[in-house]
């Protein structure tokens, strides 16, 4: 069974679209977050939820807009698509614990490409 | 300042050799987490393991091996007898304690791309 599951895989979109990416969790945690990684393989967080709650936001252009309905869920929606917006998103969730979040468990990456 | 430093962008050996990837971090906390995951050609990201920063011990899985030194800031992994399947970009991480400016991120340096040759 999937712990952290994300669609779509692959996004293929013309430049000024606007869409969405899904991620679910079924590893019952209360927090999750949204990755980016560039074609260098750097890896920089974008958003983080907390029992659905915004808890990080980074230097992100608010053409970004996370979404959490649920613990288990947290959305990412882009607006008038860039051509730099062009990466692999990655969702993760982990778990709050005493002060600390445990290891963050990946989804398998959207690879979005703005053409 | 990067709080994760991983010098070797790239690492080639030969099947079998055993290869050291370094880690080095920078924080002011006494408490934190260091992680290393490994993200294969595939893409997807695969938690290897999570070391307390009071737990000095050396751990072992199997081939892999992690070497954690406060004194000097690192936490070096290890692959021994290494194998094709072991090609990877490695990527060290830093989480330190829940407080306004951190809140659970991962700080992750840039990774190390492995290859193994046959």
């Known amino acids: 069974d999937t712990a952290v599951s994300q669609t779509p895989k692959y996004l293929v979109t013309q430049m000024g679209n606007d869409k969405s990416i899904k991620c679910e969790q079924n590893?019952?945690?209360?927090?999750m977050y949204w990755y980016k990684q560039d074609s260098k393989k750097f890896l920089k967080i974008m958003f983080s939820?907390?029992?659905?709650?915004?808890?990080i936001n980074e230097t992100v252009p608010n053409r970004f807009s996370p979404k959490s309905p649920d613990k288990a869920h947290l959305n990412l929606h882009i607006n008038s698509l860039e051509l730099g917006d062009s990466a692999v998103y990655f969702c993760?969730?982990?778990?709050?614990?005493?002060?600390?979040?445990?290891?963050?468990?990946f989804g398998p990456g959207t690879r979005l490409t703005v053409l | 300042a990067q709080k994760v430093t991983q010098a070797q962008t790239e690492i080639s050996v030969v099947e079998k050799e055993d290869v050291t990837l370094d880690c080095v971090y920078e924080t002011r906390d006494t408490t934190y987490y260091l992680f290393w995951y490994k993200q294969p050609p595939s893409g997807e990201l695969v938690f290897l393991i999570r070391?307390?920063?009071?737990?000095?011990q050396n751990e072992i899985s199997g081939r892999y091996s992690w070497n954690f030194q406060k004194s000097t800031s690192s936490f070096n992994f290890t692959i021994t007898a290494s194998q094709v399947v072991d090609s990877a970009v490695y990527f060290c991480?830093?989480?330190?304690?829940?407080?306004?400016?951190?809140?659970?991120?991962?700080?992750f340096g840039r990774g190390t791309q492995l290859t193994v040759w046959p």
């Open positions: 939820y907390n029992n659905k709650e915004l808890i």
């Open positions: 991480a830093l989480s330190e304690a829940d407080r306004g400016s951190t809140l659970g991120r991962l700080y």
């Open positions: 070391r307390n920063s009071f737990d000095e």
């Open positions: 590893l019952g945690h209360d927090t």
């Open positions: 993760a969730s982990s778990q709050r614990l005493a002060g600390f979040y445990n290891e963050q468990f």
